[in-house]
């Protein structure tokens, strides 16, 4: 029981994090360090994550290759759908306030590409993961922080839609670790989709 109550407490360090870093600190990377800080934190707090290994673990080619192809749809179907989901026309300004510009977006789009995606799979799915067939609760937390990073940056159906396609992908993500037993697929997944989605919004406002 003890457990159970501290694995889903657990998220709360995180979500706090990403809360103080953009409204409080104005700070796009403050967000980012501390949400990562706060992941640290909270699995040493639960002392029963798995092996850091799962993240390095041997998976079929296949797994890799669709689920690289699959997540990378989230960049191009937001650059293509940008008028469509109303994308904030301030956005650009909004980045800048947050210090994203000039340089900052090649060290952004490389730290959160290439660092962010195994951070948040070894604790959203390694660590807090469930075996659940359905989507169940532990997804939607995971979805629920992008809401946080988006807020005002697009129409409400826009940020619906994101929020809907989050659970999807953490749910999908939770099923080929469940299968594979290795999270190198959904880490490079989510590496694919970060990559995507970050270069989508540089080409329109970087």
Known sequence: ILYMTSKWLAPILPYLAVWVG??????AWGALIGFHIAIVVALLWLRSAPPIRILIKPAPWKSIVL?????SLGGVGLYFLWDILGVAVTLGAQLQHLGISGLRWFWLIAYFSLVNPFVEEYFW??????????????????????????????????????????????????QIYRRD??????????????LSILLAVFIKVG
Do not use: Q
């Open 181 to 194: 037993g290795s999270l190198l697929a959904p880490a490079l997944g989510h590496m694919a989709a970060d």
């Open 67 to 71: 689920n690289g192809l699959l997540c």
């Open 22 to 27: 953009l409204f409080l600190f104005k700070s």
């Open 125 to 174: 799915r390694g660590a807090l993961g469930s075996n659940a067939l359905f989507p169940y609760g532990g997804d939607l937390v995971y979805a629920g922080y992008h809401v946080m990073v988006v807020w005002n940056m697009a129409r409400p159906h826009a940020i619906l839609l994101m929020l809907l396609s989050l659970v999807f992908a953490g749910w999908l993500w939770r």
